[in-house]
């Protein structure tokens, strides 16, 4: 059973910086599998930030938060990051990490409020606020 757990997730001001983690477990970093991280407002679809192919390492982030965020991963500890840098008001979220097997790093996996991915964290928040 695939189960993904994020953390890192706090009070920050504008500005300001947080690293989110994803700890996955039930598969290796050296299957196929994608993780995404999501982030969902309140009042707002859920929306697709970033993902990684964990074998390969290949990424993608989206134009949204491209000049801000970078994606990571520690295979030894089967951990994917989420660097979140410059961080503005409008990043206030529930950020989530999310994952599936087959699956590219490209635009189309964070698609449809990522539909594709059908393991999910719980969700770290995420305030930026002064």
């Known amino acids: 059973e695939v189960q993904l757990v994020e953390s890192g997730g706090g009070l920050v001001q504008p500005g300001g910086s947080l690293r989110l983690s994803c700890a996955a477990s039930?598969?290796?970093?050296?299957?196929?599998?994608?993780i995404g991280w999501f982030r969902q407002a309140p009042g707002k679809e859920r929306e697709g930030i970033s993902c990684i192919s964990v074998s390969d390492g290949k990424t993608y982030v989206a134009d949204s938060v491209k000049d801000r965020f970078t994606i990571s991963s520690d295979h030894s500890k089967n951990t994917v990051f989420l660097e979140m840098n410059k961080l503005k008001p409008e990043d206030t979220a529930v950020y989530y990490c999310a994952a599936e097997s087959g699956l590219l790093a490209t635009p189309a996996a964070l698609g449809v409020m990522g539909v594709l991915f059908h393991s999910w964290g719980q969700g770290t928040q995420v305030t930026v606020s002064s």
């Open positions: 039930g598969f290796t970093f050296d299957d196929d599998y994608a």
